[in-house]
Every structure is written in C-alpha cells, then in structure tokens.
C-alpha cells in the first residue's frame, strides 16, 4: 500500500509541473526593463496641488494645503460664526465721544475683517441708564460717518430689549414700545397727518407704562449747509414738543431735546435711502430720571458677529509613537519602551 501511495503522489507532482510549463509563464528571473510614461500619462496621474487626487479626476484645482476635500480634489465648505466683543467708555455723566473713546472705537472697528459685513450690536445691560440713548446716538453717527460699509446690520438694545435696528440698505425697525421714529419731508418742519396719531399712541403707551423721560432728537440729511440743517433739525423736534406739551397735555420738565443737525446720521450717508431716513426726529422713553451712579454707567458694549464662509480643515492623525520617535533616542534597547 506504501509503495502504491508513492507512485500515486509521484505521478500527480508530475502532471502540475507539466501543467506550469504548458502556461508559458515568464521566468522570474529575467530582469524587465524600465518602460517611461509618456509626459501625457504623467500630467493625468501628477497631484499638482498635493490635496491626494490626482489630476485626471481633478476637478478643483489649486486646493490649498491642509484642505478637507472630496474624491474629485473639491473642498466642502463650512460657515462659523465669528464674533468679537468689546466696551467704550465714556466719561462720567458724559455723552460726547472723548479721544480715548474714539480711538477704543477705531481700534475695535478697524480690527473687523473688511472683506466681511458685521452685525454690530451695541448694548447696556442697565435697564434705566439714563445716558444710554444719547451715547450710542454717538457712537452710531460715528460708524455711519467713518465706517459706513462694515455692517450690514446695527442694532441698539437696553437690557435686552431692542430699540432700534438700522441695515445697510436703509431700513429701520423699531420694535421696542419705548421708541418711535417719525420722518419728514424734505426741508419741511411740518408733521406729516398720518404721524401725528402714531405720536399720540406712543404718547398713551407712555403713559401706560408710568413713563418718566422722553428724549427727542431732531436730525436733517446732509443736503445743504451746516448751520441751516442744525436750525431745520431744531425746528423739527420743536413741532414735536409742541405737540406734546400743547396737543397731548404732557409736562415740559418730562421732555429732554437735542437738536443735532446733520451731524448724527441713523443711515450711512452713503446710503441711497440716506435723504429720507436721516429727515428725522427719534423719540425713546425711559422708566426714571436717575442718574449715573457707578462706573458701570459709562460704558457702552459693542459686539460684532459675523458668518466666515471657508473651507473645511483635515484632521491630522498623530501617532502616540510618531511623537515620542521625534524626542526619544532609536537604539535597540528603546525599542520595546517605544510599543514596538
């Protein structure tokens, strides 16, 4: 049987070795010789921009470096939010920007990427500061002058209730019972009709409310010369007292106005709504007549958010052994400290 199983197993080896033979393999040893790409072959297989695919399934080139792209060398986009902080003071009792103030506002605002609009929001979380509305008044003329294209979006909000919001194609809210904006016509003084029961509705809300001071700010567009839209602004918010103390019955030592001419523009000049928005008069309310009483009172926070459209970083994957090969020697004695 032993004999039998041999010459079995010997005759079977046989046959796969003729087999082999009969498939012409090439021999293995034979050394094959280089055979160069052609520059075509090249140019479609060559990853120009390094992001691993290579140019003939490209179809965004120019990816740039540590990118997150897809199997066709695109980057897949991402929005986040950006937001800076930061607060102006202004001095005690005070509502006129001093030099310190201006140059806090500069260095926040300048440090704002221009390529981006911002929504800025400017804020005190005092309910009842007194100086609120005349500060960021200020502060709002002094963007729309200086900065005039850098938001899209400005909002004033006390305690967290929103006054008055202004965008950067010249439409104005505001939402807040406590502030009405009445507009004019051009060079006119003359409350509109269609104003005057809006006013008196704000003035009955007042009331309601129990109400303490009631700012007016008679403002003009910058058509003409200084001097005539400073008087022009100031016969605006005198109509508007008119009314209220000899109209709505309301008591003259509850009123605060300023006139401010053309100096405190609600819409960028630039603006093509900038005419109509600025031929204004703003009338806000506040609940008391209390004055500053700490230093919390002199600021004013200002907060600037935008969304920055870019392109998803990659994660880089660090290996515990990559980390310690770079600071630890490779002698052989290391090697099972290192995990290998």
Not at 197 to 203: D, G, M, P, R, T
Request: glycine residues 4%; proline residues 3%; aromatic residues 8%.
């Amino acid at each position: 049987m032993i004999k039998k199983h041999l010459a079995w197993s010997s005759s079977i080896a046989t046959i796969l070795i003729s087999g082999c033979s009969s498939l012409n393999l090439p021999d293995s040893s034979e050394t094959v010789a280089w055979q160069h790409i052609s520059e075509t072959g090249y140019k479609r297989l060559h990853d120009a921009d390094k992001d691993g695919v290579i140019a003939a399934r490209e179809l965004c080139k120019g990816t740039l470096a540590n990118r997150e792209v897809s199997n066709y060398g695109c980057s897949e986009q991402e929005e986040k939010e950006h937001q800076r902080q930061s607060r102006i003071y202004f001095g005690y009792q005070e509502v006129d920007l001093n030099d310190v103030a201006k140059l806090a506002l500069d260095e926040f605002l300048q440090g704002l990427d221009s390529n981006n609009t911002w929504a800025i929001k400017l804020n005190s979380e005092q309910a009842q500061n007194p100086y609120f509305i005349e500060r960021t008044d200020k502060i709002v003329a002094y963007i729309n002058n200086n900065y005039p294209q850098l938001y899209h979006e400005l909002t004033l909000s006390q305690a967290g209730e929103v006054l008055k919001k202004v965008t950067d194609t010249g439409e104005v809210e505001t939402p807040s019972e406590q502030a009405h904006i009445l507009y004019f016509d051009h060079d006119s003084s003359v409350i509109p009709i269609a104003e005057q029961e809006k006013i008196a509705q704000f003035i009955r809300q007042y009331k309601a409310n129990h109400g303490e001071v009631i700012y007016i700010g008679g403002h003009a567009s910058q058509s003409g010369e200084d001097d005539y839209n400073l008087k022009l602004s100031q016969r605006r918010a005198d109509a508007i007292l008119h009314l209220l103390t000899r109209i709505l019955e309301l008591p003259k030592s509850k009123i605060k106005l300023t006139a401010l001419g053309e100096k405190s523009p609600l819409v960028s000049p630039m603006s093509p709504q900038a005419e109509n928005k600025n031929r204004r008069v703003e009338l806000v309310y506040q609940y008391t007549q209390q004055q500053a009483a700490n230093e919390d009172d002199t600021r004013i926070e200002i907060t600037a958010q935008t969304l920055l459209t870019q392109a998803k970083l990659k994660w880089h994957i660090y290996i515990m052994e990559e980390a310690e090969l770079e600071t630890t020697p490779t002698s052989t004695q290391d090697h099972e400290a290192l995990g290998w």
